[in-house]
């Protein structure tokens, strides 16, 4: 009988093709208070919608310098970049944007910038501060204000340090307000005092 072919060995299978390995930023930017789109996600519609919003050009102040945002803000970065390195919480993580990002930055969020390539962007505020007034006088006072719970008012600054004593003895326990919330600014400021030698 004819000898059979001799079988070939079995094919080894074939590698799989090697993962590849794409590194993403979270989609806050790695910041619970910063919320970064890059610019490859960004929409022709939120493009558009910026394209009316207030300009900001960093070559109009210094390159670095410390920023508190006391409300979110809501921006597209339309050149430049720039690193922002959290000043308050317990991630200080640096966080880099540039052209073509939108960014919010939540209310809370402290950072100390540093603008690596001049930037322009265009931002605005998403939702406007609430207003209040004075019921005294009138002015704006969102910035500062003391509540007075009986008659539910609000004074201004200027106005708490009246010298008529008729409203001093109604105002003297107005709550100190900051942005519409209780704001105790002496705790913020308090420094260690020196303990007086005996």
């Known amino acids: 009988p004819a000898a059979e072919p001799a079988a ?3 094919a080894e299978p074939a590698a799989a093709p090697a993962e590849e390995v794409v590194e993403k930023e979270a989609p806050t930017g790695g910041h619970p208070l910063v919320t970064i789109v890059r610019a490859a996600e960004v929409d022709d519609a939120f ?5 009316g919003w207030t300009v900001w050009d960093s070559t109009s102040g210094p390159d670095k310098f410390p920023f508190s945002y006391s409300e979110d803000e809501e921006v597209l970065i339309t050149n430049g970049r720039a690193t922002l390195t959290p000043t308050a919480g317990d991630d200080r993580t640096p966080i880099t944007i540039g052209a073509g990002d ?4 939540h209310k809370g969020f402290k950072c100390a910038w540093v603008v690596d390539e001049p930037m322009t962007k265009f931002y605005h ?4 501060p609430p207003k209040i007034a004075c019921d005294r006088c009138g002015v704006e006072c969102w910035e500062e204000s003391y509540f007075v719970e009986a008659g539910g008012l609000d004074i201004c600054p200027k106005c708490k340090k009246t010298r008529d004593p008729t409203d001093r003895r109604a105002w003297r326990n107005a709550e100190r307000q900051r ?3 209780p704001w105790d ?11 007086a030698k005996k």
């Open 8 to 10: 070939e060995p079995a």
């Open 47 to 51: 493009k558009a919608a910026a394209q």
């Open 102 to 105: 939108r960014v919010t930055f």
């Open 125 to 128: 505020y998403p939702v406007p």
């Open 179 to 181: 942005h519409g919330e």
């Open 185 to 195: 600014s002496d705790a913020e400021d308090e420094k260690p005092k020196k303990r």
